[in-house]
């Protein structure tokens, strides 16, 4: 009465979660770190609300 | 020297510190499952009842007892965005949830992969496993609300009342089993002392301190994250040497 398969089962999705989560975390930390570099150069949107001007 | 704890709820001083902790807690988390594994899969012994399939009980109980801390972490930083609109609060309430979530899903898939041969089946509507269920649907609520929000300040103070309303939901998870009479069985450590054989308990214990790691590495390295995202227009984000780099 050993049943390795769903120790294996267990584990196996257990990694497999936390690598995901990993991957899915440094995929967005790059994204982020891409929108930083490329708002560095653009104006920043909240500005545009201290206006005077009305839209357009 | 008072410590000015105020000056660490800004987001530019939290960035970098919380920076240095990641590789930390994330090597120490490495550590502390090697250890952990080699204590529950070669030091402890096979039970006289289960057999190897016990062997669960290493990953289920860190991650259950992680899901509904972690839950507990979350509703403290909305009830600190709520009492003292500190940014950095909704923040780290943000990047708890899909770890939380994560928890809850490995808590349950682990349970009903050790439930089907020590009780026969994979699922059943227990007072235990239900409140951990609903405990998941709560993770994945404050998931969705967050998206459907654009307001990222409005998302958090939302997000903040349904966490507080959803802690209610933890003690009735912990007291479930003494409560009700379930399938699940009963607490086998106790602040009181544990009916468990030593080094099951030691490897339970390390991998418990293995899980807590790995959840706290994760979790700054994504507000990390959501910091850059939120304050990307800030001058101090500008001046970080990632953000300028190619």
Redesign the interface.
């Known amino acids: 009465?050993?049943?390795?398969h769903?120790?294996l089962?267990?584990?196996g999705?257990?990694v497999l979660?936390?690598v995901v989560?990993?991957l899915a975390?440094r995929a967005?930390?790059r994204a982020?770190?891409e929108?930083?570099?490329a708002?560095?150069d653009a104006p920043?949107?909240?500005?545009q609300l201290s206006g005077t001007g009305g839209p357009g | 020297m008072a410590l000015n704890w105020y000056r660490f709820s800004s987001p530019a001083t939290f960035y970098p510190l919380a920076g240095r902790l990641v590789p930390l807690f994330g090597w120490g988390a490495a550590v502390l499952a090697a250890v952990g594994l080699w204590l529950g899969f070669v030091v402890a012994p096979t039970d006289f009842q289960?057999?190897?399939?016990y062997?669960?009980i290493f990953?289920?109980v860190p991650?259950a007892w992680m899901s509904m801390f972690l839950y507990v972490v979350m509703a403290f930083w909305g009830a600190l965005l709520l009492g003292f609109n500190t940014r950095l609060s909704g923040m780290m309430a943000q990047a708890i949830a899909?770890?939380g979530a994560?928890m809850t899903?490995?808590a349950l898939?682990?349970g009903a992969?050790?439930g089907?041969?020590t009780w026969g089946t994979y699922w059943a509507w227990d007072a235990r496993m239900t409140s951990e269920l609903i405990l998941l649907f709560l993770y994945f609520g404050i998931i969705a609300l967050r998206q459907a929000i654009g307001d990222p300040r409005r998302a958090d103070r939302a997000c903040a009342v349904l966490a507080l309303v959803g802690v209610v939901n933890i003690p009735i998870i912990y007291f479930s089993v003494k409560w009700w009479n379930t399938l699940h069985q009963g607490a086998s450590v106790k602040l009181t002392g544990s009916s468990m054989e030593t080094t099951m308990l030691a490897g339970m214990l390390v991998m418990s301190f293995a899980f807590w790691f790995?959840a706290i590495a994760?979790v700054l390295?994504?507000v990390?994250?959501i910091v850059?995202?939120r304050e990307?227009?800030a001058a101090w984000?500008?001046e970080?040497p990632?953000?300028?780099s190619?």
């Open positions: 009465m050993n049943h390795w769903f120790i089962g267990a584990y999705v257990t979660a936390m989560e990993i975390a967005r930390r982020a770190l929108a930083a570099r708002g560095a920043v949107p909240g500005a | 289960q057999g190897e399939v062997r669960i990953i289920h991650s899909p770890t994560l899903f490995i898939w682990s992969l050790w089907r041969p790995y994760v390295a994504r990390r994250t850059l995202e990307r227009g984000v500008a970080l990632e953000a300028r190619a």
